[in-house]
């Protein structure tokens, strides 16, 4: 479980994000949405402890990360996987090298063993065996996030982050990627946030959604709630599309 | 107040590539791999231009000498002098400031802004550490070597020109390059290699770790870090004189 109590960020004088407090609970997709430039990067940012907020803390199964000593920061982020907006592979390195980067940093395996993870979480993530030697380079962009994936949960986390996983990608290999991440979810009891702004991957995947407007919380609940919402800017948030307009009316709203 | 700021956080950096070391293991392939880009890939041009520099020396010498007065082995002692003094550790070094300083500032800085380094934070790794300190092992190990390669190819340049072009006999140039050797100066010109190496190596790396936008700033980063590369070289290169040879 991951909290966020009162959390405030910002860069010189722009105030990013707004006294935020939220609870992201195991084993279901908690979504964080909002309009682009909300926030929500800088949010996830604050959470894995690359910003560090000038107020509120961030509780890791109650350990707060920022209050904890160097050592003890590093033993909790050995604990997180986290996939970003833009995959960040190693370019130096195959696509398996990357996968057992974490396992050779820290693992205490043999690198045969170590070798045997990454396979299976490649496998897992249904990248075929000859695409292990390629570089990041030769795959395609949804493959990289699929081996973004599989390189974060090669150390079997307890937490993990996605940056909009499916920005950039069709909508049929988005569902697949969003789904991956949900069977993953509940298949190791995972505490997963996903940020988005992409309805599809709200109403496929999402469990616990918190909506973020001009880096403030405006509503947190779940999908079919969200259909309903009476929150003026969420509402515009969901119905933005012609499509979900369409949803609404068929709802009769 | 730039500066200040710029110096400041660069030793705030050092403490960070020197602080807590990764796996020694995983350092070692990452050497090596450094010492075949930095090292083994700046042979071809450091050798192409210490032969001519050491050419040059020696025909402008010989030209510069009016007084009968004058010995011809002043030819092949002024390209040694030169050559083991300033060209091969100073210039040379300009040259890998130039070569070596923009690879490393525009590879850690792409990877900067393609949130690589992100990646190697959230998992824990010490980012500077592992991105930069291969780095500096890599060119403090392997710099001599390319030095001392310059020393030997540019007093052969001279050989050569002389030989070619008979200005002066090859014995005089000969006894030219032993007379009133200092193994001194060798050590000396070892030493600035070493802090040049050093130089080079961190003030890119600094730079590189320090982009911030996109792809245009990894351009920017890369020309300005060649640029204080060569400011600290000049500067450091008149104070290292300033303390060993006065
Ligand atoms: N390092 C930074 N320095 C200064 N301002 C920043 C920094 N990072 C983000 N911001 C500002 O914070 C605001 C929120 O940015 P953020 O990246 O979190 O948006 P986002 O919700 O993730 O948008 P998108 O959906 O487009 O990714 C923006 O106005 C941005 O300019
Ligand atoms: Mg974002």
Wanted: with cysteine; hydrophobic share 45%; charged share 20%.
């Amino acid at each position: 479980m991951i909290e966020v109590k009162g959390l405030s960020k910002r860069f010189g004088s722009t105030q990013v994000l707004t006294d935020i407090s939220a609870v992201f609970k195991p084993g279901m997709i908690n979504q964080v949405i909002g309009k682009s430039g909300s926030g929500k990067s800088v949010l996830a940012k604050c959470i894995v402890g690359l910003h560090v907020p000038e107020e509120g803390e961030v509780l890791y199964d109650g350990r707060s990360f920022h209050h904890l000593e160097k050592d003890e920061k590093r033993q909790v982020r050995q604990e997180i996987g986290m996939l970003f907006q833009g995959s960040a592979l190693f370019d130096s390195l195959t696509v398996i090298e990357n996968v057992m980067f974490p396992l050779r940093m820290f693992g205490v395996m043999e690198p045969g063993a170590m070798r045997e993870r990454a396979e299976l979480c490649l496998q897992r993530v249904s990248i075929e065996p000859e695409k292990n030697k390629l570089f990041p380079s030769e795959i395609s962009g949804g493959m990289q996030k699929r081996v973004g994936i599989a390189r974060a949960i090669a150390m079997q986390p307890k937490y993990l982050l996605c940056d909009e996983p499916n920005s950039g990608l069709d909508p049929q290999t988005s569902i697949v990627i969003d789904q991956l991440i949900a069977e993953l979810t509940e298949e190791y009891g995972i505490t997963t946030i996903v940020i988005t702004h992409d309805m599809n991957s709200v109403m496929e995947t999402g469990d616990n959604i918190i909506f973020i407007h001009e880096g403030r919380k405006h509503w947190q609940g779940g999908r079919e709630e969200l259909l309903h919402t009476d929150n003026p800017e969420l509402s515009a948030f969901v119905y933005a599309s012609g499509l979900m307009k369409r949803v609404k009316k068929a709802m009769g709203g | 107040m730039r500066i200040l700021f710029h110096i400041g956080r660069y030793f705030q950096l050092m403490g960070e590539v020197f602080g807590r070391p990764e796996r020694l293991g995983v350092y070692w392939r990452r050497i090596i791999e450094e010492i075949d880009l930095l090292g083994v890939k700046s042979l071809g041009i450091v050798a192409m231009l210490s032969a001519f520099m050491g050419a040059v020396i020696a025909l402008q010498t010989k030209s510069n000498i009016n007084s009968p007065l004058i010995s011809d082995t002043l030819v092949g002692f002024a390209t040694r002098q030169s050559t083991i003094l300033e060209f091969s550790p100073t210039i040379i070094a300009l040259i890998l400031a130039g070569k070596v300083g923009s690879t490393v500032a525009a590879e850690i800085g792409s990877m900067r802004v393609k949130e690589q380094i992100d990646a190697l934070d959230i998992m824990g790794v010490n980012s500077a550490g592992y991105l930069i300190l291969p780095k500096v092992i890599a060119a403090v190990l392997i710099f001599p070597f390319l030095i001392i390669m310059s020393m030997f190819l540019s007093v052969f340049g001279g050989y050569l020109i002389v030989a070619a072009t008979g200005i002066i006999s090859t014995s005089a140039y000969q006894t030219g390059i032993r007379m009133d050797f200092m193994p001194f100066s060798i050590t000396y010109a070892l030493i600035k290699t070493e802090v040049f190496a050093f130089i080079i190596t961190t003030v890119s790396g600094y730079h590189g770790y320090y982009t911030q936008g996109g792809t245009r700033e990894v351009g920017i980063s890369s020309t300005t870090a060649v640029v204080y590369s060569i400011v600290a070289i000049i500067i450091s290169n008149f104070v290292l004189t300033k303390l060993l040879l006065a």
